[in-house]
C-alpha cells in the first residue's frame, strides 16, 4: 500500500517560517520526481517545488528564494522549508509523487496516473 503523509499543520505570522516534510511508505523516493503543491480556498492546485533523485531542483517563481525543498533519500523524507512567508502563502499543501516526469513537469503538470499524492496539511499565514 502506498502512502503520502504530509506533517507539521501550521499557523505563523507573516515573515515567519515553517517546515513540512512528507515521509512515503510503500515505494522509494529514489526513483521518484516528489514535489510540494498548495491550493487556496476557491483557487486551483499549483506546484510550489519539485526535485528528483539527483538534487535537480524547479520553484514557482512565487516561492524562490524564500522556500527551499530538500529530501533525504536514505529515510524516504521530503521537506518544504518556508521562509519569509506570506499571507498568501495560506493554503493547504500536499506533496506528490511521481515516477515518469521530470520535476519541472511535475511542477507545471502534477503527477500522472501512476503518481501518488498525500492527503495535504494546512498552512496558515496571518498578518
Known amino acids: 500500500h502506498v502512502q503520502l503523509v504530509e506533517s507539521v499543520c501550521g499557523s505563523v505570522q507573516s515573515g515567519g517560517s515553517l517546515r513540512l516534510s512528507c515521509a512515503d511508505s510503500?515505494?522509494?523516493?529514489?526513483?521518484?520526481?516528489i514535489g510540494w503543491f498548495r491550493q487556496a480556498p476557491g483557487k486551483a492546485r499549483d506546484g510550489v517545488a519539485a526535485i528528483d533523485n539527483e538534487g535537480t531542483t524547479n520553484y514557482a517563481y512565487s516561492v524562490k528564494g524564500r522556500f527551499t525543498i530538500s529530501q533525504v533519500n536514505a529515510k524516504n523524507i521530503l521537506y518544504l522549508q518556508m521562509n519569509s512567508l506570506k499571507p498568501e502563502d495560506t493554503a493547504m499543501y500536499y506533496c506528490?509523487?511521481?515516477?515518469?516526469?521530470?520535476?519541472?513537469?511535475?511542477?507545471?503538470?502534477?503527477?500522472?496516473?501512476?503518481?501518488?499524492w498525500g492527503q495535504g496539511t494546512q498552512v496558515t499565514v496571518s498578518s
Open positions: 506528490a509523487a511521481d515516477p515518469i516526469r521530470p520535476p519541472e513537469l511535475v511542477l507545471i503538470y502534477g503527477p500522472t496516473q501512476r503518481g501518488y
Open positions: 510503500g515505494f522509494s523516493y529514489s526513483s521518484y520526481s
